[in-house]
């Protein structure tokens, strides 16, 4: 592959991630909501992405084809934009985008960051249910 066509694929990825949360398995991360499915006991997938980050390009479609698995229809996922909201992604304990978080019964139980291999992310949503 060209670097032309490299780039222009890595731009048109940057450009569609905004409306790709439009038809996502993903809810816009907000504080409050986090609180209220950790109040319920439910589980909750936080990814922590940036629209230029590579490794979240990798891990974004790959979470979303999990998320959609029957195994997993009981999660409620979220995504926290690294750059718009850096102050809660610190809070919760990101070291940087491309980071996930597990919780399960209001308890964070896993977190990783970088993952793109799909079976060590399915392992790492198995630990929430």
């Known amino acids: 592959m060209t670097f032309r066509l490299s780039l222009a694929l890595l731009l048109a990825l940057v450009l569609a991630a905004p409306m790709a949360l439009a038809d996502s398995r993903f809810e816009a991360f907000h504080q409050d909501r986090l609180a209220e499915l950790n109040d319920e006991g439910k589980p909750v997938l936080v990814e922590v992405y940036a629209d230029w980050c590579s490794t979240c390009a990798r891990q974004s479609p790959i979470l ?64 929430g249910l």
């Open 64 to 127: 979303e084809s999990l998320l959609g698995e029957d195994e997993f229809a009981d999660y409620t996922a979220l995504k926290l934009d690294w750059d718009e909201q850096e102050d809660s992604a610190r809070e919760l304990g990101a070291p940087r985008q491309s980071t996930l978080f597990v919780y399960r019964d209001g308890e964070q139980v896993e977190m990783s960051v970088a993952e793109t291999s799909e079976s060590r992310l399915r392992e790492l949503l198995r630990k």
